[in-house]
């Protein structure tokens, strides 16, 4: 049972546009989610992270929703750019233990 | 600051091998420590989890163990490698229940 997903496994926007990548999830228990960015054959590094009291969170060209009744967050990145594109994971936690689930990823190709 | 370490980068190994793949974080004392694997064009698959040290707690059942023998060191291991075991192993801490923060990771290949 995926808990967390990220139902589109690729997206192509040409630079300079808005990405928009979304992440779905089912578990009314996860009160912290976050953002990690992959390259091939490195670590994902954190983004953005987002706490359920709030709605919204911002980061320089990076802004994350979530919609509690949904259960749905999304990553807005704006501008794009060629170095954005990477693989996009969500993940979504609770306070009562000590790990993340995360979806199965999206594929962000901004092309120049 | 925090740093994290995974060695080997690379490692091909024929099946039926042995492996030890091994992590260490810097700069932090009694982090959460994870493995992960991803296997080619998936997602992140939690292996193993450990709060403290010889405290190892397993996510999927197979023929890895891990072993966390100081507060800042995490080691995967098996006995004898099996083509599905080739993958992206990721090894990451945390200092609470929340950001976790990834290795470079080990690309292993069983051959």
């Known amino acids: 049972d995926q808990q967390v997903k990220q139902n589109s496994p690729s997206l192509s926007v040409q630079e300079g546009r808005i990405s928009i990548l979304n992440c779905d999830y089912t578990?009314?228990?996860?009160?912290?989610f976050l953002w990690y960015k992959k390259y091939p054959a490195e670590g994902p590094t954190f983004l953005i992270s987002i706490s359920s009291i709030k709605d919204k969170n911002e980061d320089g060209r990076f802004t994350v929703f979530l919609n509690k009744s949904a259960k749905h967050l999304s990553l807005h990145i704006v501008p794009s750019q060629p170095g954005d594109s990477a693989v996009y994971f969500c993940a979504a936690n609770n306070n009562a233990g000590n790990m993340l689930t995360f979806g199965g990823g999206t594929r962000l190709m901004v092309k120049p | 600051s925090q740093t994290i370490h995974q060695w080997p980068a690379t490692l091909v190994q024929p099946v039926g091998s042995p492996l030890s793949l091994e992590c260490t974080v810097e700069g932090t004392s009694n982090p959460n420590l994870y493995w992960y694997r991803q296997a080619a064009g998936r997602g992140l698959q939690l292996l193993f989890y450990s709060v403290g040290i010889g405290q190892i707690s397993s996510e999927v059942p197979q023929n890895l163990s891990a072993s966390r023998p100081q507060d800042r060191q995490f080691i995967l291991s098996s006995k004898k490698l099996l083509l599905s075991d080739s993958g992206f192993y990721l090894c990451?801490?945390?200092?609470?229940?929340?950001?976790?923060?990834f290795g470079p990771g080990t690309r292993l290949t069983v051959t």
């Open positions: 990451a801490w945390a200092s609470g229940p929340y950001e976790q923060y």
């Open positions: 578990n009314s228990m996860f009160d912290y």
